[in-house]
């Protein structure tokens, strides 16, 4: 029996979690599995109904479960930060998920923006480091307010921290099975303390995987290659803000919010999984969202529950619907509703 914490969220959220939790009915019974899903309501609405977001208490039932479907965040009436810090970093911080997991995968060279690139060549992982960095929210003011106000966000970056989450990059490098390339991705050239740092323990580790071909890019590089030659990548590693960044660039050009997928993962303990467009409040009870990230989610949910035929199944069946049914991945022009284009994954399971 899978404990699996939904979290719907706001705006479009609940609408793409529906079709999730319909395509895990669908799939449980042909694979013979069971689940329990409870709801957790750490909404927009709540928080402006009774200021109250996540709390430790929350942690602590959450600790419970096997593993978090989250559907989004984000509400027009609520300030920017107050949920991404008070529900997605509270989250990912106090269940130390250490890892965000971003496959960045073509099905279809329709949706992909960049001209004459096809499925194979739109083909890799982002591995960020999900605990640390820029994100960490530490820094202070100085004057504020004043003429000679003065703003500090620091880098947080740990040996500990840096190296758990290159190690884990080299072991899915490995496992993944595929060019068995792992770059790092940093600005070595310019940030010379943190990336002094993740350069050498990069540089240490790969001496334990002498399988994998390892190399380096700056930052701005890379959003250069991923546009001109996205088939260079396998998988990739970096930090907190830089994997923020260049994940918003793979989900384009794998063909929109409307088909990105990720993990926050905790290897040892509890890790949650998203659609990472957000929570569009414009499509908010329209029935036009694509709901195909939160299935892809949900498919990477499946295979941390190891549950891995089932996993295959739920991204076999978008394939099939995103390759032969929709006319496109964007909210409001795939020739389907919300509801049917799940309907349709269930249908192809």
Same mark, same amino acid.
């Given at each position: 029996?899978?404990?699996?914490a939904v979290?719907p ?6 609408e793409?979690?529906?079709e999730?939790l319909?395509v %895990?009915?669908?799939?449980s019974?042909?694979y013979n599995f069971? @689940?329990q899903a409870e709801?957790?309501?750490?909404s927009?609405?709540r928080y %402006?109904?009774?200021?109250k977001?996540v709390?430790?208490?929350d ?9 978090? @479907? ?6 027009p009436d609520?300030k920017?930060?107050?949920?991404e810090?008070?529900?997605l ?5 106090a269940?130390?998920?250490y890892i ?7 099905? *279809?060279s329709?949706?992909c923006?960049?001209?004459?690139k096809?499925?194979? *060549?739109?083909d890799?992982?982002?591995v960020?480091e999900?605990s640390?960095g820029?994100?960490k929210?530490m820094?202070e003011f100085? *004057? ?12 947080y ?5 840096v190296?758990r989450c290159?190690?884990y990059a080299?072991?899915y490098?490995r496992q993944?099975?595929n060019?068995?390339k792992?770059t790092?991705?940093?600005?070595t ?5 943190a990336?002094?740092?993740w ?7 790969a ?9 380096y890019?700056?930052?701005d590089?890379?959003t250069?290659w991923?546009v001109k030659n ?12 830089f994997?923020?960044?260049?994940t918003?660039?793979?989900a ?8 990105? +997928? ?8 509890l890790?949650?999984?998203?659609p990472?467009?957000g929570s569009?409040p414009? @499509?908010?009870g329209?029935?036009?969202?694509n709901?195909l990230?939160?299935i892809?989610a %949900?498919?990477?949910m499946l295979?941390n ?15 099939k619907?995103?390759?032969?049914k929709?006319g496109?991945? +964007? ?6 509703s919300t509801?049917?284009?799940?309907d349709?994954?269930v249908?192809?399971?």
């Amino acid at each position: 029996m899978h404990k699996i914490a939904v979290i719907p969220g706001d705006g479009t959220g609940p609408e793409v979690v529906r079709e999730g939790l319909k395509v %895990l009915e669908a799939a449980s019974k042909k694979y013979n599995f069971t @689940y329990q899903a409870e709801i957790f309501d750490f909404s927009g609405e709540r928080y %402006l109904k009774t200021g109250k977001i996540v709390e430790d208490t929350d942690i602590a039932k959450l600790r419970k479960y096997d593993v978090i @479907y989250l559907g989004a965040v984000g509400h027009p009436d609520v300030k920017p930060g107050i949920l991404e810090t008070g529900v997605l970093l509270k989250l990912r911080f106090a269940l130390d998920q250490y890892i965000n997991l971003r496959p960045v995968k073509l099905y *279809d060279s329709r949706f992909c923006p960049l001209k004459d690139k096809g499925p194979g *060549d739109v083909d890799f992982v982002v591995v960020r480091e999900n605990s640390e960095g820029l994100y960490k929210g530490m820094g202070e003011f100085k *004057d504020k307010g004043s003429a000679n106000e003065v703003a500090i966000q620091l880098s947080y970056n740990t040996r500990k921290g840096v190296e758990r989450c290159i190690r884990y990059a080299f072991e899915y490098t490995r496992q993944r099975n595929n060019k068995k390339k792992l770059t790092l991705c940093g600005k070595t050239n310019v940030l010379t303390y943190a990336w002094d740092l993740w350069q050498r323990t990069f540089n240490e580790v790969a001496k334990n995987y002498p399988d994998i071909t390892t190399d380096y890019a700056h930052v701005d590089a890379t959003t250069m290659w991923f546009v001109k030659n996205p088939e260079w990548f396998d998988v990739i590693v970096t930090d907190n803000m830089f994997g923020d960044i260049i994940t918003d660039l793979g989900a384009m050009i794998q063909g929109g919010m409307g088909i990105a +997928a990720g993990g926050n993962i905790n290897p040892e303990g509890l890790s949650m999984f998203e659609p990472i467009g957000g929570s569009a409040p414009k @499509y908010t009870g329209k029935n036009v969202i694509n709901p195909l990230a939160a299935i892809c989610a %949900l498919g990477m949910m499946l295979e941390n529950l190891k549950e891995a035929q089932a996993a295959v199944a739920v991204e076999r069946a978008v394939i099939k619907v995103a390759t032969t049914k929709l006319g496109s991945l +964007a909210a409001g022009k795939m020739g389907y509703s919300t509801q049917e284009v799940g309907d349709l994954v269930v249908k192809n399971l």
